[in-house]
C-alpha cells in the first residue's frame, strides 16, 4: 500500500489537526515547559536529562538522544507497538472520526473483531467457570497465586466438561463456526457438533500489548498432557509475534532498559508479582526472531531465564544468538538445579531471584560452564577434551581482549598449569588461535560484503540509531553553517557510518574547503548521480523539527565516533590476529591505544 492511498482513504490531516499533540504524549511521560520549547524524558531510551522535544507549531516530536521523530501517529505507533493503520484508528477514534474501510480490508478488520468480541464472551465465561471450581482455585493458592493476581490477569478455568464453553456461546448466540476459527471449539468427527477445546485447565487469557484478549493458553492441573496447550493461530492471534505479559511489563521494560524472558505463563506472572514487572514468556514455544524484534522497540538488553532442565539449556542455546544479531546485549539467568522461575519465587526467594538476574552471564561463559559442568574435570583426560571444545566456543568470540580473558579463567584445567599460568595460557591461546585461523580462511573464501549493505533488511525496516545520529549530524551542517567546519574537525568523512553519509560528508567537506556556500540545489548538483543523492532529498523533505541543539550534535559525534572506532579496532584485530600489523609499526600503537581506550565499551 504506497502512501498516496493511505492518504486517500485516511483522513490524516483531520485526524492531526483533532489531536493535540502535548495532551497525547502527556499521557506516557510528564512533559516540562522550558522556554518556548516543551521537553520531557524520551520514551525511548533511557536518559536522564530531557532531549525529547515536543513542537506544538508543527505537531511534531523529535528526541536528540536516540534520533527518533515523527508525528502523532508514529508516537502512539512506537510507544504503543502497534501497526500504522491500528494508531490511525485509534487516534480517528480519540477523535470521534469515522474511518471508510476497503471491502477486503473492512472484511479482515471484522473478522479480527469477531474472534476479539468471541474472545471477550469466553474469558468471561471461564472468570466465572474458576469461581465454581473449588480445585483449580485451591491449586492456584497453592501455586501461590494471589487473589489480585487473578483478577488482574483475568485468570479463569474451564470445566472438564466436553461442551460446557460450546453451549455458553451457544446461548449467547454466537456461531460455533466462528468460535472454531477463534480455536475455543473443535468441530467433532462424529456428527456435526463441536467440542471444547480447552477442558480441566487453568486458563491464561493472552492480551496483545493493548490489552485485548487474542487467545488462551491453557495449564493443565494434573498431569495431563500436553502440559501447555495455546490456541491455534487466528485472524487475531499469531503466536510468534506474541509475548505473554508484555501489555504489563513493556512500561518496565522500557524504563529499566532490561527485559527478563521466561518460558511459561505462570513463570511470568509469579515474577511480575514478585517485583520483576519487566519479565514476559514465550509461552512454552520456541523464541522467534519476531519476539526479538517485538522487544527490540522497549530494549536492547535481555536476560534470559529459562527453566534448568535441558530443554530449557538448548532453548536457552538457540535463543541467545538470535538476540546477538539484533544488536541485543544478552545474558543468560543460571538457575539453580531444579528450579524455574515460578518455584523459586514462590519459596520466597526474591533476592536469590534478584541475585541471579544481577550476576546473569554472557552466553559464552555461559556456554562454557554448560561445557565444564558436563565434563570429568577430576582427569586429566576430561580436563583435555574440555578445553579441546572451550577453544572451539573461544574462536567465537571476536574480541581479542574478550577472549584472553576467558583464557586466563581456562588455564587452571591445563595439564601444564602446574609448570606456570602464562605457559598454561599461551598453550590455550594457540589451540584457539588456530580455530579461528582455520574459520578465517574458511571465511575468507566467500567475497567480502561492504558494511553498510551488510543488513539491509534490519536498515530497511527501521534506521538505527547509528544511522539516525548520521543524517542529524549531516543535516545540521547542511541547515546551519555553524556546525560544518566542527563536526569535520572532529569526525573526517571517511569516518562517517554509511556509504551515502561518506559521500554526503564529503561532499559538505569540499564546500567548506573552497568556501562555497551549503544551498540543497547545489548540493544537490554536486551529488548528481550518486548513491548519496537519495539520501541528500530524503534529508531535504523529513520534517523540519525544532532547532538542533549543540547537546544533540554532540551526541550524534560521540555515537559515531564510538562506532567508528570499535569498526577500526576491530579491522586492526584482524590483521595484528593475520600477522599484517607488527608491533613495532604505527597501526599497532593505534591499535593498542584503541584496546585500551574501548575495553569498557567493546
Ligand atoms: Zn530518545
Given at each position: 500500500m504506497?502512501?498516496?492511498?493511505?492518504?486517500?482513504?485516511?483522513?490524516?490531516?483531520?485526524?492531526?489537526?483533532?489531536t493535540?499533540?502535548?495532551?497525547?504524549?502527556?499521557?506516557?511521560?510528564?512533559i516540562?515547559?522550558?522556554?518556548?520549547s516543551?521537553?520531557?524524558?524520551?520514551?525511548?531510551?533511557?536518559?536522564?536529562?530531557?532531549?525529547?522535544i515536543?513542537?506544538?507549531?508543527?505537531?511534531?516530536?523529535?528526541?536528540?538522544?536516540?534520533?527518533e521523530?515523527?508525528?502523532?501517529?508514529?508516537?502512539?505507533?512506537?510507544?504503543?507497538?502497534i501497526?500504522?493503520?491500528?494508531?490511525v484508528?485509534?487516534?480517528?477514534?480519540?477523535?470521534?472520526?469515522?474511518?471508510?474501510?476497503?471491502?477486503a480490508?473492512?472484511k479482515?478488520e471484522?473478522?479480527?473483531?469477531?474472534?476479539?468480541?468471541?474472545?471477550?464472551?469466553?474469558?468471561?465465561?471461564f472468570?466465572?467457570?474458576?469461581?465454581?471450581?473449588?480445585?483449580?482455585?485451591?491449586?492456584?493458592?497453592?501455586?501461590?497465586?494471589s487473589?489480585?493476581?487473578?483478577?488482574?490477569?483475568?485468570?479463569?478455568?474451564?470445566?472438564?466438561?466436553?461442551?460446557a464453553?460450546a453451549?455458553?456461546?451457544?446461548?449467547?448466540?454466537i456461531?460455533?463456526?466462528?468460535?472454531?476459527?477463534?480455536?475455543?471449539?473443535?468441530?467433532?468427527?462424529?456428527g456435526?457438533g463441536?467440542y471444547?477445546?480447552?477442558?480441566?485447565?487453568?486458563?491464561?487469557p493472552?492480551?496483545?500489548?493493548?490489552?485485548?484478549?487474542?487467545?488462551?493458553?491453557?495449564?493443565?492441573?494434573g498431569?495431563?498432557?500436553?502440559?501447555?496447550?495455546?490456541?491455534?493461530?487466528?485472524?487475531?492471534f499469531?503466536?510468534?509475534?506474541?509475548?505473554y505479559?508484555?501489555?504489563?511489563?513493556?512500561?518496565?521494560?522500557?524504563?529499566?532498559?532490561?527485559?527478563?524472558?521466561?518460558e511459561?505463563?505462570?513463570?511470568?506472572?509469579?515474577?511480575?508479582?514478585?517485583?520483576?514487572?519487566?519479565?514476559?514468556?514465550?509461552?512454552?514455544t520456541?523464541?522467534?526472531?519476531?519476539?526479538?524484534n517485538?522487544?527490540?522497540?522497549?530494549?536492547?538488553?535481555?536476560?534470559?531465564?529459562?527453566?534448568?532442565?535441558?530443554?530449557?539449556?538448548?532453548?536457552?542455546?538457540r535463543?541467545?544468538?538470535?538476540?546477538?544479531?539484533?544488536?541485543?546485549?544478552?545474558?543468560?539467568?543460571?538457575?539453580?538445579?531444579?528450579?524455574?522461575?515460578?518455584?523459586?519465587?514462590?519459596?520466597?526467594?526474591?533476592?536469590?531471584?534478584?541475585r541471579?538476574?544481577?550476576?546473569?552471564?554472557?552466553?559464552?561463559?555461559?556456554?562454557?560452564?554448560?561445557?565444564?559442568?558436563?565434563?570429568?574435570?577430576?582427569?586429566?583426560?576430561?580436563?583435555?577434551?574440555?578445553l579441546?571444545?572451550?577453544?572451539?566456543?573461544?574462536?567465537?568470540?571476536a574480541s581479542?581482549?574478550e577472549?584472553?580473558?576467558?583464557?586466563?579463567?581456562?588455564?587452571?584445567?591445563?595439564?601444564?598449569?602446574?609448570?606456570?599460568?602464562?605457559?598454561?595460557?599461551e598453550?590455550?591461546?594457540r589451540?584457539?588461535?588456530?580455530?579461528?585461523?582455520a574459520r578465517?580462511?574458511a571465511?575468507?573464501?566467500?567475497?567480502?560484503m561492504?558494511?553498510?549493505?551488510?543488513?539491509?533488511?534490519?536498515v530497511k525496516?527501521?534506521?538505527?540509531?547509528?544511522?539516525?545520529?548520521?543524517?542529524?549530524?549531516?543535516?545540521?551542517?547542511?541547515?546551519?553553517?555553524?556546525?560544518?567546519?566542527?563536526?569535520?574537525?572532529?569526525?573526517?568523512?571517511?569516518?562517517?557510518?554509511?556509504?551515502?553519509?561518506i559521500?554526503?560528508a564529503?561532499?559538505?567537506?569540499n564546500?567548506?574547503?573552497?568556501?562555497?556556500?551549503?544551498?540543497?540545489?547545489?548540493?544537490a548538483?554536486?551529488?548528481a548521480?550518486?548513491?548519496a543523492?537519495?539520501?541528500?532529498?530524503?534529508?531535504?523533505?523529513?520534517?523540519?523539527?525544532?532547532?538542533?541543539?549543540?547537546?544533540?550534535?554532540?551526541?550524534?559525534?560521540?555515537?559515531?565516533?564510538?562506532?567508528?572506532?570499535?569498526?577500526r579496532?576491530?579491522d586492526?584485530a584482524?590483521?595484528?590476529?593475520?600477522?599484517?600489523?607488527?608491533?613495532?609499526d604505527?597501526?599497532?600503537?593505534?591499535?593498542w591505544?584503541?584496546?585500551?581506550?574501548?575495553?569498557?565499551?567493546?
Amino acid at each position: 500500500m504506497g502512501a498516496e492511498d493511505v492518504k486517500f482513504r485516511y483522513p490524516l490531516d483531520d485526524i492531526r489537526t483533532k489531536t493535540d499533540i502535548v495532551e497525547l504524549i502527556s499521557t506516557y511521560v510528564s512533559i516540562k515547559r522550558s522556554g518556548k520549547s516543551l521537553k520531557a524524558l524520551c520514551p525511548f531510551h533511557t536518559e536522564k536529562t530531557p532531549s525529547f522535544i515536543v513542537n506544538e507549531d508543527l505537531q511534531r516530536w523529535r528526541c536528540y538522544g536516540c534520533g527518533e521523530y515523527g508525528d502523532v501517529f508514529t508516537f502512539l505507533m512506537k510507544i504503543e507497538n502497534i501497526t500504522f493503520s491500528e494508531a490511525v484508528q485509534e487516534l480517528a477514534k480519540r477523535a470521534g472520526i469515522t474511518i471508510q474501510r476497503s471491502p477486503a480490508e473492512g472484511k479482515w478488520e471484522n473478522d479480527r473483531e469477531k474472534l476479539l468480541h468471541i474472545n471477550n464472551a469466553a474469558a468471561s465465561y471461564f472468570s466465572q467457570a474458576l469461581l465454581a471450581a473449588p480445585h483449580a482455585m485451591a491449586y492456584l493458592h497453592k501455586r501461590g497465586v494471589s487473589q489480585e493476581s487473578i483478577v488482574k490477569y483475568s485468570l479463569g478455568y474451564a470445566p472438564e466438561d466436553w461442551r460446557a464453553l460450546a453451549g455458553y456461546l451457544t446461548s449467547k448466540r454466537i456461531d460455533l463456526r466462528d468460535a472454531e476459527k477463534a480455536g475455543l471449539v473443535i468441530k467433532s468427527d462424529k456428527g456435526s457438533g463441536y467440542y471444547d477445546r480447552f477442558r480441566n485447565r487453568i486458563i491464561f487469557p493472552i492480551q496483545d500489548v493493548t490489552g485485548k484478549n487474542i487467545a488462551f493458553g491453557g495449564r493443565a492441573i494434573g498431569d495431563e498432557q500436553p502440559k501447555y496447550l495455546n490456541s491455534p493461530e487466528s485472524p487475531a492471534f499469531a503466536k510468534n509475534k506474541t509475548l505473554y505479559g508484555l501489555n504489563h511489563a513493556r512500561k518496565s521494560i522500557a524504563q529499566e532498559d532490561r527485559a527478563i524472558i521466561v518460558e511459561g505463563y505462570l513463570d511470568a506472572l509469579t515474577a511480575q508479582c514478585a517485583g520483576f514487572s519487566n519479565t514476559v514468556a514465550t509461552m512454552g514455544t520456541a523464541l522467534t526472531p519476531e519476539h526479538v524484534n517485538l522487544l527490540s522497540r522497549y530494549t536492547h538488553t535481555a536476560v534470559i531465564a529459562f527453566d534448568s532442565d535441558s530443554a530449557g539449556m538448548s532453548a536457552t542455546l538457540r535463543s541467545a544468538p538470535m538476540f546477538e544479531q539484533a544488536g541485543f546485549d544478552v545474558r543468560v539467568l543460571c538457575m539453580p538445579p531444579g528450579n524455574d522461575p515460578d518455584s523459586l519465587l514462590r519459596e520466597g526467594k526474591a533476592s536469590e531471584f534478584t541475585r541471579l538476574v544481577t550476576e546473569a552471564m554472557p552466553v559464552v561463559e555461559y556456554r562454557l560452564k554448560l561445557l565444564q559442568d558436563s565434563s570429568d574435570l577430576k582427569s586429566d583426560q576430561g580436563k583435555v577434551e574440555m578445553l579441546k571444545k572451550a577453544s572451539a566456543i573461544l574462536a567465537d568470540v571476536a574480541s581479542a581482549v574478550e577472549r584472553d580473558r576467558y583464557i586466563r579463567g581456562l588455564a587452571q584445567y591445563h595439564p601444564n598449569f602446574s609448570g606456570g599460568a602464562t605457559r598454561a595460557e599461551e598453550q590455550i591461546r594457540r589451540d584457539v588461535d588456530n580455530q579461528v585461523t582455520a574459520r578465517g580462511r574458511a571465511s575468507s573464501r566467500s567475497p567480502q560484503m561492504p558494511r553498510e549493505t551488510a543488513k539491509p533488511d534490519a536498515v530497511k525496516s527501521r534506521p538505527s540509531a547509528l544511522t539516525l545520529a548520521e543524517r542529524c549530524l549531516l543535516k545540521a551542517m547542511i541547515m546551519d553553517p555553524i556546525w560544518g567546519p566542527k563536526v569535520i574537525a572532529e569526525l573526517p568523512p571517511e569516518q562517517f557510518a554509511t556509504s551515502q553519509g561518506i559521500t554526503l560528508a564529503s561532499a559538505i567537506a569540499n564546500r567548506l574547503a573552497a568556501e562555497k556556500g551549503m544551498a540543497w540545489n547545489d548540493l544537490a548538483e554536486d551529488l548528481a548521480g550518486t548513491e548519496a543523492a537519495d539520501l541528500l532529498s530524503e534529508l531535504s523533505i523529513a520534517d523540519s523539527g525544532p532547532d538542533i541543539t549543540a547537546q544533540a550534535v554532540e551526541d550524534c559525534l560521540k555515537r559515531l565516533k564510538i562506532h567508528w572506532k570499535r569498526q577500526r579496532l576491530k579491522d586492526l584485530a584482524a590483521r595484528v590476529e593475520q600477522g599484517e600489523i607488527r608491533s613495532s609499526d604505527e597501526e599497532f600503537a593505534e591499535y593498542w591505544r584503541l584496546v585500551q581506550e574501548l575495553h569498557n565499551t567493546v
